[in-house]
C-alpha cells in the first residue's frame, strides 16, 4: 500500500463492487470519463473488478481509500510501456461528498511517486477533457503541464470539448521534489 498525507492507494477487491456502483451510473462523477457514456450494469462493472483486481503488465489498477479505510474511488496507471519508460494516468473520486478536498492531490502525488521511485519511469501523461476545470487545476497543482490540445474531441452532454493532453517529466518531477 502507498499512503499519502490523508490517503492511501491499495488493490482492488472483488469486495469493492458494491462501492463502484454507488459511482458508475452518477453522472456528476462520471460526465468527464470516458467510458461511462451510456449506463452501466452491475455484470459489466463484476467483470471489470475481476480484471482490475489482477495487475497486468501494462496496467494497473488500484482503490483509493481514506486513511480511516473509507473507499474513496479508483485511480490506474495504463499503457505501461517499459521500453518507452511511461504510462497513462487515471483517476475518479467516487464519493461526491469528497470531491474539492484534496484528496485527488494527495493521490496523483502518491501515483507520481510511484510512477517514478518504483516504476523507474520516465514520463507520466493524461487525457482531460476541457470542461473538467477542478481536473485540469488538480493536475496542474501536482505538476502537470498542458503540451497538446485536440480540437472538439469529445461530445458530452450535447456540446464539444477539447481533449487535453497534459504530461510531467521525470526531470521536473525530480527538480520539483528534491
Ligand atoms: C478530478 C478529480 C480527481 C480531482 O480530485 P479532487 O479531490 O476533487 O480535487 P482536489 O480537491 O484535489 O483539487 C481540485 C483543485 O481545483 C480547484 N477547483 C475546484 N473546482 C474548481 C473550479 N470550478 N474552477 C477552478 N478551480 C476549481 C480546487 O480549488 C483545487 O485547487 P486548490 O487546491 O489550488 O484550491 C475529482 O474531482 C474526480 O474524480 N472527479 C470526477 C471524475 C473525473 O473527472 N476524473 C478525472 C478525469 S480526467
Known amino acids: 500500500m502507498f499512503a499519502g498525507d490523508k490517503m492511501r492507494v491499495r488493490a482492488i477487491e472483488k469486495s469493492d463492487i458494491d462501492h463502484v456502483m454507488k459511482w458508475v451510473n452518477n453522472r456528476t462523477i462520471t460526465q468527464h470519463l470516458l467510458a461511462f457514456t451510456l449506463p452501466v450494469s452491475r455484470l459489466a462493472e463484476e467483470k471489470w473488478v475481476e480484471r482490475a483486481a489482477i495487475h497486468g503488465d501494462a496496467d494497473k489498477f488500484f482503490a483509493i481509500e481514506t ?8 485511480c490506474g496507471l495504463h499503457g505501461i510501456d517499459g521500453i518507452n519508460r511511461h504510462c497513462e494516468l487515471g483517476i475518479v473520486i467516487g464519493q461526491e461528498k469528497f470531491l474539492g478536498q484534496g484528496y485527488g492531490q494527495d493521490t496523483i502525488r502518491v501515483l507520481l511517486r510511484v510512477c517514478f521511485d518504483v516504476l523507474n519511469l520516465n514520463k507520466v501523461f493524461l487525457r482531460v477533457f476541457s470542461g473538467n476545470i477542478r481536473a485540469i487545476k488538480c493536475y496542474e497543482n501536482c505538476g502537470f503541464k498542458q503540451v497538446g490540445r485536440l480540437k472538439e474531441h469529445r461530445f458530452v452532454d450535447g456540446a464539444w470539448n477539447d481533449e487535453i493532453l497534459m504530461e510531467v517529466l521525470r526531470a521536473d518531477y525530480k527538480q520539483a521534489n528534491s
Not at 486513511?67 to 479508483?74: H, K, M, P, V
Request: proline share 0%.
Open 67 to 74: 486513511l480511516q479505510g473509507e473507499y474513496l474511488g479508483n
